[in-house]
Every structure is written in C-alpha cells, then in structure tokens.
C-alpha cells in the first residue's frame, strides 16, 4: 500500500517538474533566448529552481506526518509501519528524482531536439 502512494506522488511531482522545465524552454524560445546549449541549461536551472520549495515542503509534510506511525506502539501499529515505512524512505529517492535525474533527462532529451532544430536552419 505505501509503494502504491508512493509511486503517485512521485509520478505527480515528476510530470510538474516536467511541465515547468517545459514552459522555462518556451518562455526563452519565444524570446529567441534559447540558441545554444548553454541557453537551454539556463532554462532548465530555471524551471528547476521553481520546484525546489514546494518539493521540499511536500516531502517534508510527507516525513513529519509519517514519523509519528513509525513510533506508534500497539494495536496495528506494526501493519501501519510496514506502511509508512516504504514512504518515508521512497520519498528520499524521489525527492533526488525529481530535482536532480528528471532535469538531466530533460536536458539530454532537448539537447537532442536542439541540435535537430538548429539542423533545419
């Protein structure tokens, strides 16, 4: 049960990040900012640094409210840590996921699109 929340919150935190790296492109392409390598890394820090507190703050939610199952004792106790348990440690790897692998994949996947962009011209 907690790997299946688990992989909903880190499938939602991931498309977000995904969506503001894509509008920080747009918004450098459409003021013609994006025509090198180093314009896209700008973007993506951009719209990267956008998601930082709120990825912070959510997974923070997550610990500060999982950490007290953790320490409960009695009835059930030990169904709801082996609950919490997967949570509290799948929300470190996402946490570096989403701020740290999904912008590299971004940015060799645009990479790439750049280069057949500026192909064309």
Avoid at 12 to 37: K, P, Y
Avoid at 53 to 78: E, N, Q, V, Y
């Amino acid at each position: 049960m907690g790997f299946i929340a688990l992989a909903g919150v880190a499938a939602e935190t991931g498309v977000i990040m995904i969506i503001f790296l894509d509008e920080a492109c747009a918004r450098r392409q459409q003021e013609n900012r994006l025509q090198s390598l180093k314009d896209l890394r700008v973007a993506i820090i951009e719209g990267a640094a956008l998601r930082v507190r709120p990825k912070i703050m959510t997974a923070s939610a997550i610990f500060l409210g999982l950490l007290p199952i953790m320490w409960s004792h009695g009835t059930g106790a030990d169904v709801m840590k082996r609950i919490a348990a997967p949570m509290i440690g799948g929300m470190v790897t996402a946490i570096i996921l989403t701020l740290l692998v999904v912008p590299s994949l971004y940015l060799i996947w645009r990479k790439r699109e750049l280069k057949l962009h500026v192909r064309k011209y």
